[in-house]
């Protein structure tokens, strides 16, 4: 069966509008009233992943809809592994930073180096190596919270300047 191209244009933004299991519902019925080679044809002409399109049949067969399930992808952040660990970085770094000298910001700057703030968490907090992220990622909380790793300028006074006398005249 060939598909003409008003057809074509019309089944794929109709696919392009629905998500999840009302797409792949759509998609089934489709290669059903297609026919023989009708999976094959949807994969060339509409650009359909075939997969998608068997799961979307099994589905109307069956009556059962797959959930789908995306926010559980991907990897956790690091907070929810070990909860308190955000509360122990500002308590090692705390003592070590201050804030920005000109009040123009909200920064707080600290001589720590995320590699040294994970060798203070295992010595003072008995965090092992093996439980803690890496310093990178280290980094990135410390930049979430707010600090910036920069040197400490020491506060030096001024020097006196003496003042220049008019010279006397002879």
Known sequence: MQLT???SNLLKETAIQLHGANK???????VLEL?????SLAEKELGWNRVTIIKG?????TGITCVDNYQARGRKKIENKLPRLLEDIKSVVDSQSQ???SFKS????????????RK???KKFGYTSEELPTAETIRRKLNDLGYRLKRV???QPQKKFLKLRQSLPN
């Open 35 to 39: 026919g023989y080679g009708g999976q």
């Open 99 to 101: 804030t920005d000298p």
């Open 5 to 7: 191209p008003s057809l």
């Open 57 to 61: 049949i099994k589905e109307l067969k």
């Open 106 to 117: 909200q920064r707080l700057y600290t001589r720590l180096s995320a590699a040294e703030v």
């Open 24 to 30: 792949r519902r759509f998609m089934a019925q489709t």
């Open 120 to 122: 203070q968490l295992i």
């Open 153 to 155: 300028a020491k506060v």
